[in-house]
């Protein structure tokens, strides 16, 4: 089965941003699908002023799954822990000028694997972060309302 990637979904597969892990991390999120088989795993730099210094990805997936995870970075790198808890699955995939329907299950695995990487820097530093939600570690544990 075909599907009509965009070019910017195209450029991000060949050419992911942000690739590999931060060592000593302020945190780091790990979330799959266990139906497709994709695992995210996501790696945050928080500066003191709680802006996101640094991110990285490990993505071991589909095409999607990788553009979605280098997007993901991109879109969460320099902004602060708020701002990047409010990168939806959606944001990603308007930043990739959209995903085939089959393939939405990726964004959504990037949203997680951004959530679960701030859940486990929280957690580190003892730190609320309003709007958080402890991540689940299957994304098909929960589906996402209105989802597009």
């Not at 450029?11 to 941003?17: L, S």
């Not at 589909?62 to 902004?79: D, F, H, N, Q, Y």
């Not at 972060?129 to 209105?146: F, N, R, S, V």
């Amino acid at each position: 089965m075909a599907f009509a990637y965009s070019e910017k979904v195209m450029d991000h597969f060949t050419n992911p941003r942000n690739v590999g892990e931060i060592e000593n991390c302020s945190g780091c999120g790990t979330v799959g699908n266990a139906q497709c088989g994709d695992i995210m795993r996501m790696y945050v730099d928080v500066d003191d002023s709680g802006i996101i210094r640094d991110v990285k990805f490990k993505t071991f997936g589909c095409g999607a799954a990788i553009a979605t995870s280098s997007m993901a970075t991109e879109l969460v790198k320099g902004k602060t822990v708020q701002q990047a808890l409010e990168v939806t699955n959606r944001a990603v995939m308007d930043a990739l000028d959209g995903l085939p329907p089959v393939k939405v299950h990726c964004s959504l695995l990037a949203e997680e694997a951004i959530h679960a990487a701030l859940w486990d820097y929280a957690e580190k530093n003892g730190l609320v972060i309003e709007g958080l939600e402890k991540p689940k570690a299957d994304i098909h544990e929960h589906e996402h309302a209105g989802v597009a």
